[in-house]
């Protein structure tokens, strides 16, 4: 149990354009998603935290009008980069908690030309 | 602030010997510690976690010790082999907080 999935796990876009990636927990339903990225060799930063239905709160230095995101049922938590730059380009995990649990989804690497 | 810290950032271990990583966490309040194993390319698994309530915490050949006075908790990994090999990370939840807060990671490599 306690599955996350990613959509999509790789992508490459050109810079300028704008990318969304979608979290989804399969098999339970998390009033609270995270949002993180990863840079090669490092640890996780946490981008911001999700309550379902209510606005992102957003860590410190992390741009919310660059980075959007939504949660919009119990089950689905998007990341949308707007007009994304090479510096853009990370590893971004999703997780989806469950009591006080979190559970991580594979990763979508984001590769920005 | 909040803080972990997890030593050592790389450990080699001849397979079938133990593997001891530990963390050291800042608030003495903190609740839960969960520790999580990620491999190359793919998203952190959650292998074990223990509350503050519990001091020791068995599953298989993983286990997690939690000192609350000293504000350290270890993972103790016995029996090494190969598909150990991974970055390990530790965590804790601050009271009061939804968050956690990640050690920098610990690179383990199993030798057969």
């Known amino acids: 149990g306690a599955v996350v999935s990613q959509h999509p796990s790789r992508v490459i876009c050109k810079s300028g354009t704008s990318v969304k990636i979608e979290c989804r927990s399969l098999?339970?339903?998390?009033?609270?998603m995270f949002w993180y990225r990863q840079f090669p060799k490092q640890s996780l930063m946490l981008m911001a935290t999700?309550?379902?239905?209510?606005?992102?709160?957003?860590e410190q230095g992390v741009e919310k009008d660059k980075f959007l995101i939504n949660h919009a049922s119990l089950t689905l938590s998007t990341l949308t980069v707007t007009s994304a730059h090479p510096e853009d380009s990370s590893f971004y995990i999703c997780?989806?908690?469950?009591?006080?649990?979190?559970?991580f989804g594979p990763g979508t690497r984001l590769l920005v030309l | 602030g909040e803080n972990v810290e997890q030593h050592p950032s790389t450990l080699s271990v001849q397979e079938g010997d133990s593997a001891v990583i530990k963390c050291t966490y800042s608030d003495s309040a903190s609740n839960y510690f969960p520790w999580y194993k990620q491999e190359l390319g793919k998203g952190p698994q959650l292998i074990i976690d223990i509350r503050s309530n519990v001091g020791e915490k068995k599953d298989q050949r993983i286990a997690v010790t939690l000192n609350k006075t000293a504000k350290h908790f270890s993972l103790h990994i016995t029996e090494t082999q190969p598909e150990d090999s991974a970055v390990y990370f530790c965590a804790a939840r601050f009271q009061g907080a939804q968050k956690l807060v990640f050690g920098q990671g610990t690179r383990l490599t199993i030798n057969p």
């Open positions: 997780s989806g908690q469950v009591q006080e649990t979190q559970y």
């Open positions: 999700s309550n379902e239905g209510s606005k992102a709160t957003y």
């Open positions: 098999d339970f339903q998390a009033t609270t």
